[in-house]
């Protein structure tokens, strides 16, 4: 590992008078929060615009001043020491929410560089989102945090185990003030997960109806989509129909090619939303650089028809292989943890249909035992290399992890130095700048976040170090938690909360609440 030493900081009173660079009138000398100094960076602005030699002045938790500074006297100085400063990573798409209380200090994502999260995806979300943010609020965490409100979420209240239908008039209803209440409570909107339960049973009309009620609210809409796989071209016609219909901001949710017979398919998919955009329609996508997903077994099987050989055939054929379905979790054997379904299958001296459809029958009989929820989970290779790029590159794209803080893929350690190491420096995706753009104000955009992922004055001082020579993620999915290499400090809202390897203690983390207007 390697880390430029930063910590040249010396702790001492302000440099008054520099305020005045921000708000552009005299200086008032009174109660102005002590300043510091970043020194020889490069600074990359997060716009897209080239990098650039400069220094960056931090006042509390805002960038005062960018460009040519010198340190006055007794103010606290950071050398970057060459190092490349760019504003801290949004990750449009996490599950980090979690665990978050029991990790504060978020080592997975500050440890990548990632000073803000949106969790509230693929249809669930804290409930009701009111008391997350007053308990973050009381407990807050190194990182920021923003949510949507899951669709899943506000159908499992208003269906509860009821929920394999179309809902009535009278239950969308009721969902409809669920939403009013979760988006008043400061949603960035409405997120739905499609593809699991219990979103999988709505009617198209019910997203529409709810997705409107969200755009009342100036919020937005972000999804996992109905099918990544058998009938992906329905899915990405319905989430723009959603756009067209309830007319608000829609954004793809890891956006990924996950069948073999799709495999090559990435530019049909690109012209189809930049089509969908020419026609007014605001559809972007978030996506996560690696070619495997983790979900759970069930996902397999979209029809729910989990004793019908034929969907297991072309689960382990067509979506990915008995070799790229790697267990996670297992509750009936926990030895399974680790296992591809192949090793599974020779373990027990069944074929790999036969072992899958065993072993969500295991697993189902399992959470009915114990009353758990998700007693098994599942990392299925399903992605092709040449899509993810061309995907990647997309420029309405945004990078996500969709990963946890002590998850088993290694995307919630890894996501962000990978793009930067594998994408960008050894293959030349997209150029360096143009790959934090889509990590900071790209990514602020494409879920309606103001105030931070540029370095400018007057933005939150959220911001990154790294060696773009070094960085890279380690993290596999036999070491989902190898922390990656070349991230140096973080600040979140002007506070390092990640140097020298290590997670600092502290937590200035803020609750990101959806502004007003969009
Ligand atoms: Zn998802």
């Known amino acids: 590992m390697r880390f430029a030493s930063t910590a040249l900081i010396s702790a001492c009173a302000a440099t008054l008078a520099l305020t005045s660079a921000v708000r552009g009138a005299a200086p008032a000398p009174a109660k102005l929060a002590p300043t510091t100094v970043i020194v020889n960076a490069v600074l990359v602005d997060g716009l897209g615009g080239g990098r650039r030699a400069g220094a960056v002045r931090v006042s509390g938790d805002r960038i005062l001043e960018v460009g ?12 970057a020491r060459g190092l490349m400063l760019a504003p801290g990573f949004i990750d449009t798409h996490s599950h980090a929410g979690r665990g978050l209380f029991e990790h504060r200090d978020a080592l997975a994502a500050v440890s990548q560089g ?38 899943g979420r506000i159908r499992h209240e208003v269906m509860g185990d009821d929920f394999r239908r179309a809902a009535t008039p009278a239950e969308v209803g009721r969902m409809r003030s669920l939403l009013e209440r979760e988006m008043r409570a400061g949603a960035l909107g409405l997120s739905t997960g499609l593809e699991y339960d219990p979103g999988i049973y709505s009617a198209p009309a019910e997203v529409i109806e709810l997705a409107r009620v969200a755009a009342a609210s ?73 070619l495997y997903w983790q979900s759970t077994l069930t996902v397999l099987f979209p029809a729910r028809d989990f004793e019908n050989r034929a969907s297991a055939e072309f689960a382990v054929t067509e979506v990915s292989t008995p070799e ?6 297992f509750g009936p054997e926990p030895s399974y943890a680790g296992k591809t379904l192949a090793e599974i299958a020779k373990l027990r001296g069944t074929d790999p249909p036969a072992t899958l459809m065993d072993l969500i029958r295991e697993a189902q009989a399992y959470e009915k035992k114990t009353g758990l929820e998700y007693a098994e989970s599942v990392i299925g290779t399903s992605m092709s290399e040449p899509d993810l790029e ?12 969709d990963g946890e803080l002590d998850g088993p893929h290694p995307r919630g350690y890894g996501t962000f130095p990978r793009v930067l190491g594998r994408y960008v420096r050894e293959r030349g995706v997209v150029p360096l700048e143009e790959a934090v753009r889509k990590m900071t104000s790209l990514a602020a955009h494409n879920v ?13 001082a959220d911001l990154v170090l790294f060696d773009p020579a070094t960085v890279a993620d380690r993290a596999t999915t036999a070491h989902p938690h190898a922390r990656a290499v070349g991230i140096s400090t973080v600040w979140v809202n ?13 937590r200035p983390g803020r609750v990101l609440r959806r502004e007003r207007s969009r």
């Open 390 to 401: 061309r995907l990647l590159a997309w420029p309405h794209a945004n990078v996500c992890t």
């Open 494 to 506: 002007g506070a390092v909360v990640f140097e020298k390897g290590a997670a600092t203690a502290r």
């Open 324 to 329: 790229g379905l790697l267990l996670g979790r």
């Open 448 to 460: 309606g976040l103001a105030g931070r992922g540029e370095i400018r004055p007057g933005a939150y």
């Open 114 to 151: 990632i000073t803000t999260i949106v969790g509230g995806q693929d249809g669930e979300s804290p409930w009701p989102l009111a008391d997350f943010f007053v308990r973050l609020q009381r407990e807050p965490p190194a990182i920021n945090v923003a949510s949507y409100v899951g669709h």
């Open 68 to 79: 040519d500074l010198r340190p006055a006297a007794g103010e606290a100085v950071v050398d």
């Open 218 to 290: 100036g919020g937005r809409y972000i999804s996992h989509v109905r099918s990544e796989d058998r009938h992906f071209w329905e899915a990405i016609d319905e989430i723009i129909t959603i756009g067209r219909e309830a007319k608000l901001p829609v954004q793809v949710s890891h956006v990924k090619l996950a069948m073999h017979s799709l495999w090559g398919q990435a530019d049909r998919l690109l012209r189809t939303l930049d089509e969908a955009r020419a026609r007014g329609i605001d559809v972007t996508a978030d996506i996560y650089p690696y």
